[in-house]
Every structure is written in C-alpha cells, then in structure tokens.
C-alpha cells in the first residue's frame, strides 16, 4: 500500500508543447511531493516540489498540481525545449525522516 | 548548494567479493539514505538511517547488506558477499532535521557497481 504509479512511461513531444506526467500515490499520509530531473549517468536534481497544505505550485515553466482527495499530482512543463530531453520522477513522503518513494519514471523527449 | 560526496565513483568487483560504498553527507544532515538504482529504471529505496540506527530497510535490503556511520565520519553502505544483481547505481542521500527539514533530499552522485 505504498507504491507511487508513474505515467505515462514515455512521453514524446514537439518542441514548444507543453507535456504532462502523473503520478498518483497511496499512502494517505503523504505530506510531500518533490520532482525530480534525472539526465543520462547523473543523480536526480529537484526541479520542483509541493507541500500537502498546497493544490497548485509554479516556477520557471513548471507547474505541479495536487489533488489530495484523489492522491494525484502532476508535472505541467509549458513551452518544453530540447534540454528538457531526460528522465523524470515524482516521489511521495510522509513525516519528516521517512524515506521517498519514488515513481517508475517517466522518459521525455522532446523532439525540434 | 549542500553537497552529498560518494567515493568510489565506479567500482567494478569479482561476484563474492565485498564491497563498501562510501557517502559523505551534508554537514548538518542527521538523516541519511541509500537507494539503488538500475540502468534506466526507477530509483528503489534501500534504507535509511538515523542517529545511529537503521530506521527502516526495504526488501531489497539483502542480509548481505549493512550500513553504518562510526563516530561521525562516512554513512557507509557494505555489501558482503556480492551477487551479479547487486550491480547497479547507488546513490546516497541526506537530509536535515526539525524546522528545517523541507522533506528535500540532497543526493550524491552516485556510486555505479558493476559485479562480475
């Protein structure tokens, strides 16, 4: 009861787009949603991330949304470019301590 | 920003043999974690750790693995003996305590096994 879904798994699109990930969770208890940008041979880096007490956050082209009597969230990316290419994460947490979990990822390209 | 240090950065080993994967975490940090991941796929917890203690472990956290942090120096991840799925990317994180504590975790690196 502790999984976090990821999707879709690929996701391609045109330069300019926009493109869109979910994730929905399970445990309830859930207080903290960091996303993650994960290119080829490095660690993830925090992009963005959203506190339960919030529904909507923006910055730099990144808007996440979270709707917790659903246990949803998603990565909104406006105006996707080339260097947006890479694989992303969401992640799901509860109290402070108690370890992320983390989506199955979600490969964008984003194509000229 | 914080920084998360992991040595070594490639470590290639005989099946059987031990391993410690070394992880010097942000300075202030009083909680640490170790999460594996393979080529490609998606990042899976492995344990975590505070003042001292092992707070909770996954399955994939085999008898073969142990963690510890002796009198403030490296969180250390030890894998003896290894096995062939052992091989992948090991990443250490941190992450502070109290008011401060965002839930933000600071990865390292990454320390990328490759058993044979």
């Known amino acids: 009861g502790e999984q976090v879904e990821q999707l879709p798994s690929i996701l391609r699109v045109q330069e300019g787009s926009s493109a869109s990930i979910n994730c929905t969770y399970e445990n309830s208890a859930s207080n903290y949603f960091p996303w993650y940008k994960q290119e080829p041979g490095e660690n993830p880096k925090l992009i963005i991330d959203?506190?339960?007490?919030?529904e909507r956050k923006q910055t730099q082209g990144l808007i996440v949304l979270l709707d917790k009597k659903a246990k949803r969230f998603s990565l909104h990316i406006t105006d996707t470019q080339p260097g947006d290419s890479a694989m992303y994460f969401c992640a799901a947490s509860a109290v402070s301590g108690t370890y992320q979990r983390f989506g199955t990822g979600t490969k964008l390209q984003v194509v000229p | 920003g914080p920084k998360v240090l992991q040595i070594p950065s490639h470590q290639i080993i005989d099946m059987g043999q031990m391993v410690t994967l070394n992880c010097d975490p942000v300075?202030?940090?009083?909680?640490f974690y170790w999460y594996k991941q393979i080529l490609g796929q998606q990042m899976e917890f492995l344990v975590n750790f505070y003042n001292g203690k092992v707070m909770e472990k996954s399955k994939l956290f085999k008898d073969q693995f142990s963690v510890e942090r002796p009198d403030g120096s490296y969180f250390t991840l030890k894998i003896q003996p290894t096995a062939l799925e052992d091989s992948a990317v090991y990443f250490c994180?941190?992450?502070?305590?109290?008011?401060?504590?965002?839930?933000?975790?600071?990865f390292g690196e990454g320390s990328k096994l490759t058993v044979l």
């Open positions: 300075s202030n940090h009083l909680y």
């Open positions: 994180a941190s992450s502070p305590q109290g008011d401060s504590n965002t839930g933000q975790l600071y």
């Open positions: 959203i506190r339960s007490n919030m």
